[in-house]
């Protein structure tokens, strides 16, 4: 009587009382599926979750979803779509046959509990660097198999392995009109900026950002309709490279610590009450 109690509070929209201490990320963390809605994502990348999350199935003619023990290849329809159709695309380049898949999001979206801030509606993807050219990975080798790093001098410069291919699928990527922006280390944005000769517009969306040398991160818009969706400013105009070469030089040769900056305060972590009120309806649903 006590759990279907909680449960009826929850979907009603009350506040319980272990839920204003449990962190968000217990409840998401634990799903093992899906909730029966339609889809919907709820919220900001990094402050909400997903109903109706859609699988994307472990193997495809052009992709293979990574491991597979986080159970986190779930996404929003349009997000599954875009992986295929990206992947399709990956498939042209020498030396790929598609496209290693990391984190998407959980079953019903959500904080994690280990890893990423966003990833939390289902609109994110985690795409390696590694070329995939074997699409034939047992579930072991899944887990145990590793990308590749492709930046040098701790991201300043892209390194050996990366190559034109690289290039080419995150540029496919980013022309995607679902394509909100990309984040990679800020060394293959500018190495992009200085390769590429044709139209620029596209390097608007990709975007520096500490790490993302083992994979790139694909952001997309919200779909069309949904209204409990919550947009991320667009990026600054321009191709942002200008932007990207100050990112490496500040690498290369670190600015001087401002001495009146404030302690950095800890992260917390959110709670059922911080996300969108629908999340509860989508943690409780069966």
Known sequence: MVRIAAALLIALGLALPAAAQTEAKQYFGREKVASPHKPAPFGG???GCMAGGVQLPETGPTW????????????HPETIDFIKDLSAKAARQPGWNGLYIGDISQPRGGPMLTGHRSHQIGLDIDIWMLPADN?????NQRENISSISTRRAKGAYVNSSWTRAHHEIIKAAAKDKRTARIFVFPGAKVQMCNDEKGNRAWLRKIRPWWGHHYHFHVRLNCPRGARGCVEQPAPPAGDGCADAVQWANN??????PDPNAKPRQPRRELVLADLP???RAVLSSR
């Open 45 to 47: 990348y990094a402050k």
């Open 64 to 75: 293979q979803a990574m491991r597979l023990s986080r159970n986190r290849n779930w996404g």
């Open 135 to 139: 699409l034939r990975l047992s579930r």
């Open 251 to 256: 690498i290369i040769n670190p600015p001087p």
């Open 277 to 279: 009120q629908q999340c």
